[in-house]
């Protein structure tokens, strides 16, 4: 197995961006899939493409690209162009294309493990390319959700009832290790830890390098780790300067601007905006997004840790945990539109996950490795849900408490108990 996906992977595992692919297509003349290296955008591409140029390793495909994109494009379509980036003047032929069979719909699809730098000579697709966000594999998709309980239907109020899902916490602990990535699907800790040290030396060697701008092997590393450190916290830049930064000092601003950036374009993190809702009181809110990786088994192999010590270590463990929830949540409501946020005030108060809907429902959720702490999670949520001015945005449409284990039931006072192996779209 390799980082960059060329091995022979498992059999195919239905993908819940199966279906958008598909509805977007029908309704677009293009689809740009953007998602981290070995996600899995390659082969779920190729399921619906009728012609495909992977121009990663065909070196023919890439000249024609550069100097008669119109070999490629005339394909019988859908035509997969994947890792399009690496020519990057193929979008404004594709928007062209696409402007010059309108209404032809789904014609292309582009598929990127990297987004290029701004380019004024690059035209907007808007009305011409979708684009569909694809992560590594959530818990339902590797088979490790029963996905009974419907996100979807707690945003709406529906009813919220499941039995335990048997997924016991050394369970979670392998798929925080193990991850969402296809070809891990049958892996275990222990070759899943080795893959990912190969994946992040490539990140780091390789993929950030090939962005453009010089960068400091060493200097990124230690990004890694500082990030990984403070999973699912609003960690401060100056902080993650001195620590990037080492015994030589902190690195200048830009310079880590500058890496963050490289990151976000490789897909690898996925911070988490702050929600600013009117508030009752007028105690100051956060602005600073959380930090995540784009999936837990990134920051797990950054730290060089395993099984072993997450089980050691519950408390830090429950960072790790958030991240995976996160992702999971991320990907359940993609297709509603649904967007993850965090919240947060000046004194310290906090709720782990706030979800927005187009329609300007929300809902607010805490997470809890351990179901034990739900009580005191199910009152912080009361408290907060009472301190929004809901005047102004709406009541909740759900309170929740996602945790590792148990039941999925509604609680007497309205807050849901939703274990993560129940968790659906």
Sequence with gaps: MKPDGSAEGPAYRPRLVDDQLRNRLSGIGAVLIEGPRACGKTVTASRVARTTFRLDVDGAARGAAATAPSLLLDGDPPVLLDEWQLEPALWNHVRRAVDDRSPAKGLFILTGSATPSDDANRHSGAGRIATIQMRPMSLLETGHSTGEVSMAAVLDGGEVRALDAGLDVPKLIDRIC???????????????????????????????????ARRDPTNVRRLLTALARNVGTDVKVASLARDVGGPAGPIARETLDNYLDALWRLRLVEDAPAWAPHMRSATPLRAASTRYFVDPSLAVAALGQGP?????????????????????????????GGQVHHWGDANQNEVDVVVTMPDGRWGAFEVKLNPDDAGKAAAKLTR??????????????????????????????????????????
Aim: glycine share 10%; charged share 15%.
């Design 178 to 212: 193990i991850g969402g990535w296809p070809l891990l699907l049958d892996a275990t800790a222990v070759d899943a830890a080795e893959w990912l040290v190969d994946y992040l030396d490539q990140i780091v060697l390789v993929d950030v390098s090939a962005l453009g």
């Design 308 to 336: 072993q010590q997450l089980m050691a270590d519950l408390n830090a463990t429950g960072f790790f945990f958030e991240n995976l929830v996160v992702r999971d949540v991320r990907v359940y409501l993609q297709q509603f």
């Design 384 to 425: 907060f849900a009472s301190k929004v001015d809901q005047t102004k945005v709406g009541a909740p449409s759900a309170l929740g408490v996602i945790t590792s284990t148990g039941y999925a039931y509604r609680r007497a006072d309205g807050v849901l108990m939703l274990p993560i192996g129940s968790l659906g779209p």
